[in-house]
């Protein structure tokens, strides 16, 4: 089973909520991805959590703030952001990291910011 | 500068027939991985297949296959007898062992099979 489940499919919000975008893996992997996709473009790398650390932050704006509960779960909190910020937003999981490791990607939840 | 090139936009094949997808990178670290994505547009990346630097044979998943030539840093997709559902976008993607939890993606091809 190569399943990343990612909740919610859609969301809008305005500029001035707080909301939070979750990840759930069960297939005991270690290592945890948040990418942002715009359209017709490849996914852009935001942050990487490897053993429950935050080992990658892209320079990513303090609007977007990642969380590590556990070694399943991933939540990406929102707050204050910008209509750029529109966008597919991509979860993915691999074993442990390294350069033989396949990352497995949830379905993404579709960002909508007014 | 840029790791791994997609030199193909946009790219047409008719149904039933096999389509290769380019990709070329660059890389100094002896030791990487080469993955290929599908992308429909529900959105969703679809593990394709795996290539590692070290590894002698070609990789093959089934109608995919892995066209793998190190001396010119190139690892095209082929895709035998095209379906209809192979429409999507195609990113190549590469891992460096020095890079360790970096994944770096090209920047796709779009793929459409014609009935």
């Known amino acids: 089973d190569t399943e990343v489940t990612q909740t919610p499919k859609h969301l809008v919000m305005g500029m001035t909520n707080k909301k939070s975008l979750k990840c759930e893996q069960h297939?005991?992997?270690?290592?945890m991805y948040w990418y942002k996709q715009k359209a017709k473009k490849p996914p852009e790398l935001m942050f990487v959590y490897s053993y429950e650390k935050l080992s990658i932050n892209e320079s990513v704006p303090s609007r977007f703030s990642p969380e590590c509960p556990n070694s399943s779960l991933l939540n990406l909190h929102l707050h204050a952001l910008q209509p750029e910020d529109s966008a597919l937003y991509l979860c993915?999981?691999?074993?442990?990291?390294?350069?033989?490791?396949?990352?497995?990607f949830g379905p993404g939840t579709r960002l909508t910011v007014l | 500068a840029q790791k791994i090139t997609q030199t193909q936009p946009g790219m047409f094949v008719q149904e039933k027939e096999a389509v290769t997808l380019d990709c070329t990178y660059d890389t100094s670290d002896p030791s990487y991985g080469l993955f290929w994505y599908k992308q429909p547009s529900s959105g969703e990346m679809i593990f394709l297949i795996y290539q590692g630097s070290y590894d002698q044979q070609n990789a093959t998943e089934g109608r995919y296959s892995l066209n793998f030539q190190k001396a010119r840093k190139s690892a095209n997709l082929v895709i035998s007898a095209s379906q209809l559902g192979d429409s999507a976008m195609y990113f190549c993607?590469?891992?460096?062992?020095?890079?360790?939890?970096?994944?770096?993606f090209g920047p796709g091809t779009s793929l459409s099979v014609i009935p």
């Open positions: 297939m005991g992997h270690r290592a």
């Open positions: 993607a590469m891992r460096e062992k020095t890079s360790y939890d970096k994944v770096i």
């Open positions: 993915a999981s691999s074993q442990r990291g390294g350069n033989t490791d396949t990352q497995y």
